[in-house]
């Protein structure tokens, strides 16, 4: 009768995976659906030596976090669509001085204020273009309770081996929902840990990167005494205007997610590899598009599930080779303006048969909404 | 008690502060301690208390994929708007229990009302009404054990409220009896 499985909301999870990937900072400002992320670390942080922040705003909460980093500490932030917004400004703070962290967007209805507790899939081009400049960063989506752990941890370990903030994306419906999950034991999933500069202090240069195009990060409060800031700067972190500082700088942002590319873009496929009609989804509407392909294989039409794991960086090459195979494609997504539908496009080509399902009323779609689609 | 099922999906509706989203996770709990996977999903406004508020709860010895309730099995009502909104799904072979304190009596095949919220109050405390409907439908439905919902009741609670909870989730499954 007894199982170590054990019930777990998609926000506590991902509370309790910032916590097993070594966060010690939290600083926030609770908005709905993502408030038990903060409830959580309210409680927890100090059990562990962390600190839990209360702020003022979510503008004040991003720079907090990204002052804890620069001290050392894996640090975090989580928020809803209205303070996803008001992130956006030091959040690209955070890209340009490649200060490792995690921000949670728990997606809900808007625009604005929108629908407060209903869920959303809408935010994905802000998360990708919100800020201003030739910025990137790394997105990550969950469908499950286990996947809201096993993410997180993910983007901990990212956002301190590539020096990069990493936006964890689920909805409403995943951070809000419960389900049985299996917490893996210490030692069971990696940790990584930023590299530490070795040389002497005097020669240290924060943004010179080393062959895996990352530069290692010193602790403020230590011996290596180092400059960040938001303007264009060279290699010792210093105000640089040149234009080949520039072409240096901008690409190298780019350039150290591109080097590691196939282990960034993480996909899952359930019943890809023949099907003809090819569902894409993320977050929640995986699920009810696993629950659409099953339907359709009973009635013996070859359906099968893309989901895209990683928002961003897009899976180009994995939509490319499943979408390239299929009939049809059908993306399904809970926005208007079909944000992932238009990524398929640009891939596949306005040749290819691509049909959209989208739900932007604070409803969820489900699979017989999905199955009108292929019929 | 009926025979269990492989798999049930069951709402939980009424208003804000009734305590149905903890009715669920407990019903949850309680399958997850007999080895099933189990979903709960909740539907809420804006409001804290009074307002319309909604668990879905699925019980399934495989995966389950799609995490909303499409085809009750039991419904609980506990406002007259909810089981306003859920009566029809009697005639689709749904088991609809009620609480006849709050919600005038129907008859009609599926449809089980008793007074939760009086026996809760002559029980001395109104927020019992939950884990006394929750007694009955597990009796009643065969959805969990019920001495799985007792050991999630021993491990949630101790002292005064775990007796107190204990003796509510006697008294509904005695109404299934």
Known sequence: MRSEAKLMQGNQAIAEGAFYAGARFYAGYPITPSSEIAEECSKRMPLVGGVYMQMEDEIASMGAIIGASLAGAKSFTATSGPGFSLMQENLGLAVMGEVPCVVVDVQRAGPSTGLATKPAQADVMQIRWGRHGDQTLIALCPATVAECFSLTVTAFNFAEKFRVPVIIAPDEVVGHLRENVIIPGPGELEVIERKQPSGAPASYKPFTADADGVAPLAAYGGDYVFHVSSSMHGPEGYSNNEPANATWRVGQLHRKLEMHRDEIVITKTFDADDAEVLFIAFGATTRASRAAALELRKQGVKAGVLQLVTLWPFADREVAKLGGRAKTVVVTEMNYSGQVAGEVRRVLGSGADIRQVNSYNGQIIRPRAILKAVQ | ?177
């Open chain 2, 1 to 177: 008690m009926a025979e269990k099922k492989e798999r049930y999906e069951v709402i939980l509706a009424g208003s804000g502060g009734q305590g149905l989203v903890l009715s669920g996770i407990m019903l949850a709990e309680a399958a997850i301690l007999e080895g099933k996977n189990a979903v709960q999903t909740v539907s809420y406004g804006t409001y804290v208390r009074g307002g319309f508020s909604m668990a879905g709860v699925i019980i399934d010895s495989e995966e389950i994929i799609f995490q909303e309730v499409e085809n009750a099995d039991v419904v609980l009502a506990l406002t007259e708007e909810t089981m306003e909104m859920y009566e029809p799904l009697a005639k689709e072979g749904a088991t609809v229990v009620y609480d006849t304190t709050l919600i005038k009596e129907r008859t009609g095949k599926g449809l089980f009302g008793h007074p939760f919220t009086d026996m809760a109050n002559k029980m001395g405390n109104v927020g019992m009404v939950n884990i006394i409907a929750l007694g009955y439908m597990a009796k009643k439905n065969g959805i969990v054990d019920t001495e799985s919902l007792a050991e999630v009741i021993k491990r949630r609670f101790s002292g005064k409220t775990r007796e107190a909870n204990l003796k509510a989730l006697e008294a509904g499954i005695a109404l299934a009896v």
